[in-house]
């Protein structure tokens, strides 16, 4: 079997393989061969020209249709129409768009945009590019929030359908922007090797002997945020929609597209849209720099989660004696852990969030387990618990654990009970269950470091540390910095992303106190073992 040190030592090596293949991957998307035979002839035929360069007058059109295929112009109406369109200007405008029946009653609107010679009918233009987007989506209606104690709503107004429809039935969302792109570069590809992601969104012509790309036509999808969604219900006739344009650059678009296939794919693997969104957030809310820097700093969280979890589960695993640690602490860890990760389910949190918040409260339940020395034994069909005994210095711990929860519970009691008080008065919720997990996790979020007092008075009576998985603590503490980064570019709620910097106080104490109390080796350590216990080696004989 692996050591612990060899295992650690392949984590590392498979991060930098990670790191470094990923890096040559995005290396290869935003840097494209151009072909190289284009310097040698103006007119190359192997190489694939772009139309742009001939400076044609162009014009943007938008139509809406209830048909995703459209052959002639019937059945469309024209929402916006942009003569002498110039591919070089940024531009945004918003437009009333004539919602229909069929759309109203939860049907789909589509958005056909066609780029095409000024002056001309895009269905009568050979050199016209188009593309197709949704302009609704079918999302679950959020759950209206109200005063549990009044009844009182957010909104005065309650429609008469939303009383009838059942709240987990997807209805129809208007996408309320709808974001272009035209890719500009006078790029010129190697007709032999074109990219496969820019390539079907190219339209190729043969003009005279050389073949050219006509102007290549992007929608962001990434753009299209859940908080730009709107409901769409029967009495609905008009809405707005925010029309944008910009240009982009080959690399740009590269990513672009890749960004959105892996959002797709996320999709298909059971993501819903708001996980989706989360996902969107960071590339679109983000600039590219700090975005790459996000990608190497997001790497990193996930080499210290690993060897996080990984030392904390063999520090447990091997602890035999509870000397020095506070039981009370490690009960208070496992019942935020898992009141979090309720709250971040109850929210609709980002699996990103979420998955490790699991992971979490599965891992300090073992704890507890541990902690209070639990053996399950099944009698038949029921499970019969019983707990270990402690030893003297084991009681010890515990004294000091009940005298330092004793003081404790004379502040937090009255400050947890005033504040779930108060949120029931002025605080609107979607259900009871709601209330009491928002009240449980923000009692957590304020004063969950109080709950680590214990801890810190165990330390300060035994004047000791070494009784701590320093090496766990560590990389929690790294992970705890990047958390602080993560804290603005991830969406969670107000009262999880304060706790991210509560948790550097946390440790910046425990590390206090590592320096007041050096290391006695006649103690035990974390594994129930003193240095002098171990027995000494021979001299080495020359």
Not at 11 to 36: D, E, N, Q, S
Not at 272 to 291: M, P, Q, R, W
Not at 504 to 518: A, I
Not at 523 to 540: D, F, I, Q, T
């Amino acid at each position: 079997m692996l050591s612990r040190s060899s295992l650690s030592g392949l984590a590392v090596g498979l991060f930098a393989l990670y790191v470094a293949h990923t890096g040559w991957v995005m290396y290869g998307i935003v840097y494209t061969r151009p072909c190289p035979a284009a310097a040698a002839a103006a007119a190359h035929p192997a190489c694939v020209w772009p139309y742009l360069a001939r400076r044609p007058k162009l014009q943007l059109s938008v139509y809406t249709t209830t048909r995703s295929n459209i052959g002639a112009e019937s059945n469309v109406d024209l929402v916006l129409n942009v003569e002498d369109f110039d591919v070089e200007s940024k531009f945004e405008r918003t437009v009333n768009v004539s919602v229909p029946k069929k759309t109203r009653n939860n049907g789909t609107l589509y958005a056909y945009i066609f780029l095409h010679h000024a002056g001309v009918l895009p269905w009568h233009d050979g050199k016209q590019v188009h593309i197709v987007s949704p302009l609704t989506t079918y999302m679950v209606p959020k759950p209206e929030e109200i005063n549990l104690l009044t009844g009182e709503s957010t909104t005065q107004q309650i429609e008469a359908e939303k009383q009838t429809s059942a709240l987990d039935e997807p209805v129809s969302h208007w996408r309320s922007r709808l974001t272009l792109n035209v890719m500009v570069e006078d790029f010129v590809f190697d007709g032999s090797s074109l990219p496969a992601d820019v390539h079907r969104y190219m339209k190729m012509v043969q003009l005279g002997k050389t073949v050219h790309y006509l102007p290549i036509l992007f929608i962001d999808q990434l753009s299209n945020r859940v908080k730009d969604l709107m409901v769409i219900n029967r009495s609905t006739t008009e809405l707005p929609l925010t029309v944008s344009y910009d240009k982009i650059s080959l690399g740009k678009l590269r990513f672009w597209i890749h960004m959105q296939d892996a959002v797709y794919s996320l999709q298909q693997f059971g993501f819903s849209e708001k996980d989706a969104d989360e996902v969107k957030g960071i590339f679109v809310d983000t600039n590219l720099y700090f975005l790459a820097l996000t990608f190497f700093v997001a790497a990193f969280h996930l080499l210290f989660d690993f060897l996080a979890f990984k030392n904390d589960i063999s520090y447990w695993k091997k602890k035999r004696s509870m000397i020095g640690m506070s039981t009370k602490a490690v009960l208070w860890r496992c019942f935020s852990t898992v009141v979090i990760f309720l709250f971040l389910l109850d929210e609709q949190t980002s699996l990103l969030v979420l998955i490790p918040a699991g992971i979490g409260a599965v891992i300090e339940l073992w704890k507890v387990k541990k902690a209070l020395k639990m053996t399950v034994k099944w009698q038949g069909i029921w499970p019969k618990i019983q707990f270990g005994t402690y030893n003297d210095s084991e009681k010890k711990t515990e004294e000091y654990d009940a005298q330092a929860m004793k003081y404790l519970s004379y502040l937090l009691y009255p400050l947890c009970i005033g504040g779930a008080g108060y949120s029931l008065l002025n605080v609107k919720y979607k259900s009871w269950y709601s209330w009491l997990i928002n009240s449980f996790v923000n009692g957590v979020y304020a004063f969950g470091f109080l709950f680590m007092l214990p801890q810190l008075f165990v330390n300060y009576k035994m004047k000791s540390v070494a009784h701590l998985p320093w090496k766990a603590f560590t990389y929690k503490a790294f992970n705890t910095f990047i958390d602080d980064i993560f804290a603005f570019i991830i969406t969670m709620p107000t009262s999880h992303r304060l706790a991210c910097f509560r948790d550097d106080v946390v440790f910046l104490v425990y590390l206090y106190q590592r320096w007041l109390y050096p290391v006695d080796k006649s103690r035990v350590n974390e594994y129930g073992e003193s240095y002098e216990e171990k027995p000494k080696k021979k001299a080495h004989r020359e």
